[in-house]
Nanobody
């Protein structure tokens, strides 16, 4: 199983970016998916998460600016980031809790990380 993240880059304050993360390989079912971020010198933190039914959860620092969504048919999670601020600069990691086959344990998988830099 692999999680492939894409969509990071350099953007000016106030701009937007959309991150995507696709899970591939032997997948039976996917539970919660999310985006975490880690700024230099700081711990990794949850930015947003979404369960298979669509209920979402956001960190207070991104609420109202970021929108998480998922396409269950494509095993993909997205993060639309608007009104970006310099403090949003971080490496963003996607995460999924999934089962590879019926009867498997639910395991935590991580993508490789994508850099988001907000700077003028």
């Amino acid at each position: 199983v692999q999680l492939q993240a894409s969509g990071g880059g350099l953007v000016q304050p106030g701009g937007s970016l959309r991150l995507s993360c696709a899970a591939s390989g032997s997948i039976f079912s996917i539970g919660p998916m999310g985006w975490y971020r880690q700024a230099p010198g700081k711990q990794r933190e949850l930015a947003a998460s979404i369960i298979s039914g669509g209920t979402t959860n956001y960190a207070s620092s991104v609420k109202g600016r970021f929108t998480i969504s998922r396409d269950n048919a494509k095993n993909t999670v997205y993060l639309q980031m608007n009104i970006l601020k310099p403090e949003d600069t971080a490496v963003y990691y996607c995460n999924a809790v999934l089962r590879r086959y019926s009867g498997d344990y639910s395991l935590n998988y991580w993508g490789q990380g994508t850099q988001v830099t907000v700077s003028s």
